[in-house]
T-cell receptor, first 111, second 113 residues
Framework: EAQVTQNPRYLITVTGKKLTVTCSQN?????MSWYRQDPGLGLRQIYY???????DKGDVPEGYKVSRKEKRNFPLILESPSPNQTSLYFC??????????FGPGTRLTVL | QKEVEQNSGPLSVPEGAIASLNCTYS??????FFWYRQYSGKSPELIMF????GDKEDGRFTAQLNKASQYVSLLIRDSQPSDSATYLC?????????????FGKGTRLSVIA
């Protein structure tokens, strides 16, 4: 089944404790991206990647890192999480300008 | 200036009516347009995409694009309570796909039984 997977789905952590949210797609898509979604603010892009070893900042990259060592994986790293990073996070992938597929989401709470 | 704008709603329509959702975009270079539906706490799912001026129909859904007016709309005929969700409009600049998909903040639709 074609899909984007994210792990974990839910995470409660404390300020400053490094964490990684994994994202993997099995559709051989070149383009992958991370979004955060907050009430009233819609989907905001954090980082995106057009291919292996090619990443670029989105609208809200501060406090986040990403890497794209393999085509299928695009992990999101929070080196020192803060409460303002509490949010619902989505990973997505697409090929060309076609349909963008979203992962199921990761609900992160930083205390 | 926001690149893709939508009325946040809520838009309330009775069951069986036509729901009309609207979206405007500021970048004339935008090439392709997408409508996603998102239920609360769930991930967005694609309903329709449109590239060319005019109408595109798929079942109960019709997408309309007017590039001269920089306007995209989604019509939902015979609205059902299960259509109650937030609808996200998105635009992408490049047909080759090497530019980000820009989303509006979404319009919340409520279909009243």
């Amino acid at each position: 089944e074609a899909q984007v997977t994210q792990n974990p789905r839910y995470l409660i952590t404390v300020t400053g404790k490094k964490l990684t949210v994994t994202c993997s797609q099995n559709m051989n898509h070149e383009y992958m991206s991370w979004y955060r979604q907050d009430p009233g603010l819609g989907l905001r892009q954090i980082y995106y990647s057009m291919n292996v070893e090619v990443t670029d900042k989105g609208d809200v990259p501060e406090g986040y890192k990403v890497s794209r060592k393999e085509k299928r994986n695009f992990p999101l790293i929070l080196e020192s999480p803060s409460p303002n990073q509490t949010s619902l996070y989505f990973c997505a992938s697409r090929v060309g300008a076609g349909e963008q597929f979203f992962g199921p989401g990761t609900r992160l709470t930083v205390l | 200036q926001k690149e893709v704008e939508q009325n946040s709603g809520p838009l309330s329509v009775p069951e069986g009516a036509i729901a009309s959702l609207n979206c405007t975009y500021s970048d004339r270079g935008s090439q392709s347009f997408f409508w996603y539906r998102q239920y609360s706490g769930k991930s967005p799912e694609l309903i329709m995409f449109i590239y060319s001026n005019g109408d595109k129909e798929d079942g109960r859904f019709t997408a309309q694009l007017n590039k001269a007016s920089q306007y995209v709309s989604l019509l939902i005929r015979d609205s059902q309570p299960s259509d109650s969700a937030t609808y996200l409009c998105a635009a992408v600049k490049s047909r080759s796909g090497n530019t980000p998909l820009v989303f509006g903040k979404g319009t919340r639709l409520s279909v009243i039984a």
